[in-house]
T-cell receptor
């Protein structure tokens, strides 16, 4: 299956600032997915990122708050903009290489103070 | 109503016990289902796929009932290392193939 390198693994940020999370995959994948997992809850899909097109956002998530880049088939970034304490969460990227199940990055644990 | 609903848990069982988790889904167009395992402070990892014909992997058995829109996971002879949160996951049909997660069921296997 694919191996995903996700950075940073954790960060503590001041409210009003922005954080960019990176995911690098060791193989080319068509779609990459970004999820949020709030404390004690399951995963919620933020958006789906295709290379060469704008990301598709789920209800409740907007591009201004969570801009996504997908410059090539092995890399994507998610930015959490103008952060507030409510954005404190774990953010995960995910891919599904052909022939394998969905694989997740190790997650970014974000705390906004 | 959530697309995928799971037993609320938590489940606390003694080592060696058999435990079953249930999950129901509301979107009949969902194509595929999986059970994922998530350890504390870790990312989810695929445990097994779920088929209508049943899928067995060692002590784990998964079953899908499309008529009842019901998914189950059975763990036999529970081990301490089985303690984790188990997530029922559906994949939507169509090109997007997005994952929809249940809220998770926490299992603690006690010595």
């Amino acid at each position: 299956s694919a191996v995903i390198s996700q950075k940073p693994s954790r960060d503590i940020c001041q409210r009003g600032t922005s954080l960019t999370i990176q995911c690098q995959v060791d193989s080319q994948v068509t779609m990459m997915f970004w999820y949020r997992q709030q404390p004690g809850q399951s995963l919620t899909l933020i958006a789906t990122a295709n290379q060469g097109s704008e990301a598709t956002y789920e209800s409740g998530f907007v591009i201004d708050k969570f801009p996504i880049s997908r410059p090539n088939l092995t890399f994507s970034t998610l930015t959490v903009s103008n952060m507030s304490p409510e954005d404190s969460s774990i953010y995960l990227c995910s891919v599904q290489p052909v022939g394998y199940g969905y694989t997740f990055g190790s997650g970014t644990r974000l705390t906004v103070v | 109503r959530k697309e995928v609903e799971q037993d609320p848990g938590p489940f606390n069982v003694p080592e060696g016990a058999t435990v079953a988790f249930n999950c129901t889904y509301s979107n009949s167009a969902s194509q595929s289902f999986f059970w994922y395992r998530q350890d504390c402070r870790k990312e989810p990892k695929l445990l097994m796929s779920v088929y209508s014909s049943g899928n067995e992997d060692g002590r784990f058995t998964a079953q899908l009932n499309r008529a009842s829109q019901y998914i189950s996971l059975l763990i036999r002879d529970s081990k301490l290392s089985d303690s984790a949160t188990y997530l029922c996951v559906g994949i939507s049909s169509g090109s997007a193939r997005q994952l929809t997660f249940g809220s998770g069921t926490q299992l603690t296997v006690l010595p």
